[in-house]
Structure formats: structure tokens, C-alpha cells
């Protein structure tokens, strides 16, 4: 059964860095993507970042939104089954909840990758506001 934890979430001035973490359990030997979407109130849930992992993965395969790109990094501690995402140079606009996702997949078309509907387990969500 895979278990997704969120944590690391905060309130923030704009500018300020926070780096989120998702514990995961259930997918350790097997081929899988893992993701951090957001949703702001209102807005539909978007893809931040995602990270293809598997048992021959060195972890290289990243994907990144736009609005992201040179700001957010994603990373994985495959030691600690944990999906971290470091959030620098924040800006109010990054304000929304944040989710971690996975999917088991051996590849998934990049265009696919960012969609929050190719991905059948989240968790519960952790908090980011960016004040002005």
C-alpha cells in the first residue's frame, strides 16, 4: 500500500526559501514517478515538478512547470524514501497547498508527466503561503 506524508510547509515573505518533504512508503523496488502539484483556492491543481525513480534510476529524469523553472528544485533521498522539493525566491503567486504524488509507471510521456490525473496516489497536502 503506498502511504504519501507531506511537511515542510509554512508561511513565508516573498523572497524567503522553504523546502518541502514527502515520506513515502509502498514503492521502494519498483519503477515510479513522484511529483509536487499545487492548488490555489479557486484554481485547478497544476503540476510543479515530477522525478522519474525506478530500480535502475540515477534519478535524472526531472520535469519542471514554467512558473518554476530556476526557482524550485526537486530532489529524492532514496535512503530515507523521501521526495523533497526546495523552494527558493518565492513569490505570493506560489501561494496554495501542496501535494505529493506517484505513480508506478517504467515511463511516462513527458507531456503526461505534469498532469495531476496521470497519478493515482497523494497525499494529504501541506500549506505554502507567500506573503507580499
Known amino acids: 500500500q503506498v502511504q504519501l506524508v507531506e511537511s515542510g510547509g509554512g508561511s513565508v515573505q516573498a523572497g524567503g526559501s522553504l523546502r518541502l518533504s514527502c515520506s513515502a512508503s509502498g514503492l521502494s523496488d519498483s519503477n515510479y514517478y513522484m511529483g509536487w502539484f499545487r492548488q490555489a483556492p479557486g484554481k485547478e491543481r497544476e503540476g510543479v515538478a515530477t522525478m522519474y525513480s525506478g530500480i535502475y534510476s540515477t534519478g535524472g529524469i526531472t520535469d519542471y512547470a514554467d512558473s518554476v523553472k530556476g526557482r524550485f528544485t526537486i530532489s529524492q533521498d532514496y535512503a530515507k524514501n523521501t521526495l523533497y522539493l526546495q523552494m527558493n525566491t518565492l513569490k505570493p503567486e506560489d501561494t496554495a497547498m501542496y501535494y505529493c504524488?506517484?505513480?508506478?509507471?517504467?515511463?511516462?510521456?513527458?507531456?503526461?508527466?505534469?498532469?495531476?490525473?496521470?497519478?493515482?496516489?497523494w497525499g494529504q497536502g501541506t500549506q505554502v503561503t507567500v506573503s507580499s
Open positions: 504524488a506517484a505513480q508506478f509507471a517504467s515511463y511516462m510521456p513527458p507531456l503526461r508527466r505534469l498532469l495531476s490525473m496521470a497519478y493515482k496516489y
